[in-house]
């Protein structure tokens, strides 16, 4: 009975008022869709999770200007306990974004300047000896932290950026013969700057299969860089927000997506998108030469999680198909490798992302 009432609401129920990539028919044009959801239908179940969640947002802004789409994206992403590559260009405050964050979430927080000459030593941490003792003794690294800020992250060579796998994905790091786990929650933010090539090294598509979201910053709008502008020209900006929540709550509210349903059908549609990336052909798509190699399982794993937390956003104990298309593009845009032949023609994962979004159907 459940299932058969939820495609029974009002179109206007499904989906919030933010606005999001869709599909497109010809993969150039992408279709917004915008939807809103009163206040009112948030389930008492959810009460409390919605009203923090919109409190962490109330401070953020108190201090970044904007951006909000960022910053519900990378509050989905702490509730579903996932990583996050941010690309933008320089001065967008990402940087801020993200410690301002880690203030609201009363959380510890390391920021690490990725450089050509940085070691995975200087990341995770080395054994050191003691000549009184004649033993080695770990000393982490600043990589023990709750949330960790990797910036430029491809400033670094390989060896480098892949010191953080183990971390990313065990919750662990291991100096010498020795494991340490990583106090929850951890979560690694990590930028980089799309406008540079030189002195920049790719990252490892293993790694880039760790991240949960690529999230794209582009400017502010003429009236937001005049607020930005006022704010920070100031002696002494406001840069301290309060705190909010504490770690273990976080947890909490992780442990409260599982309560959020997933009807069978939207499981299947999940797993249609992503073998679209793989079979585009299967499903009357004639992009399979633009696409190196598609999406992995991480993808259907990283999309039913992201679809509920979005889901508790809107203030729904259940995802709607609206969950999974708004998305997709954030979580399979790293993740689906486009060819040379499609980077000659100047088309994007993102717009393949589009039409795979435009032909799979939508239950």
Known sequence: MRGKLLFALPRELLLNKRTRLASASDGRNPILVTTTIPTSSVPRLFEDEHATLEKIRSEISRVVVGQEELVQDLLMALLCGGHVL????????KTLMVSTLAQTLEASFNRIQFTPDLLPGDLIGTLIFNPKTGEFNSHKGPIFCNILLADEINRSPAKVQSALLEAMQEKQVTIGDTCY???EPFMVLATQNPIEQEGTYA???AQLDRFMFKLKVDYPAEDEEQEIMRRMSMADPLLQVNDVIHGDEVLKMRRK????????????????????TRTPEEFGLEIGGMIRHGASPRASIFLAKSAKARALFDGRDYVVPGDVKAVAPIVLRHRVAVTYKAEAKEISSDQLIAQILGAVEIP
């Open 181 to 183: 786990p990583l106090d």
């Open 257 to 276: 997506l599982d309560e959020v349903f997933l009807k069978e059908e939207i499981e299947a549609y999940i797993l249609r998108l992503v073998r679209a």
């Open 86 to 93: 941010i690309e933008g260009f320089p001065g967008l405050a």
């Open 203 to 205: 990252l490892p598509e």
